[in-house]
């Protein structure tokens, strides 16, 4: 099962203001583990909204709103992409992440991720094989 874990924003982080040294240790520490125990797959920390967009679709009109945004505690500061045996297992790996916001309150979320036999019948065979020649379309283009 591949989780997605998303650390949610928090004032100082929209504010552009960058970790600490020591937090930047402590987190590659827990990386190095993730990496360790096989289950990291991808992991970023994001720059604030103030230097992202977003599309709003209203039909065929497509509406380009600038940051930042408002809602902090609804915006994503940065993410892990794991995989791991259940959501049990994510939860415990969250657990022993060193607080991403010190000296705040911080919220990690975990979203599990669709699979392909997630979607039933609507994701036919030919959708399937589609799928599967973009990742490894995608996949090869990365190595290059």
């Known amino acids: 099962m591949r989780f997605m874990v998303i650390v949610k924003a928090s004032d100082d982080s929209e504010a552009g203001k960058l970790p600490s040294q020591e937090l930047l240790e402590a987190m590659g520490k827990y990386n ?3 990496v360790n125990a096989g289950i990291l797959l991808a992991g970023e920390g994001l720059q604030p909204s103030s230097k992202g967009a977003r599309v709003r679709f209203s039909g065929d009109e497509r509406i380009v709103i600038d940051g930042p945004f408002a809602e902090t505690r609804e915006l994503i ?10 959501k049990e297992e994510a939860i415990e790996w969250v657990k022993r992440c060193p607080n991403p916001m010190p000296g705040t309150e911080a919220e990690i979320e975990i979203r599990q ?4 036999d ?11 094989e589609q799928e599967e020649r973009l990742r490894a379309q995608a996949a090869e283009q990365q190595q290059r």
């Open 77 to 86: 500061a940065g993410y892990w992409l794991w995989q791991v045996k259940s």
């Open 118 to 128: 997630d979607f039933g019948e609507e994701f036919t065979p030919e959708l399937r």
């Open 32 to 34: 190095e583990e993730l």
């Open 113 to 116: 991720v669709f699979e392909a």
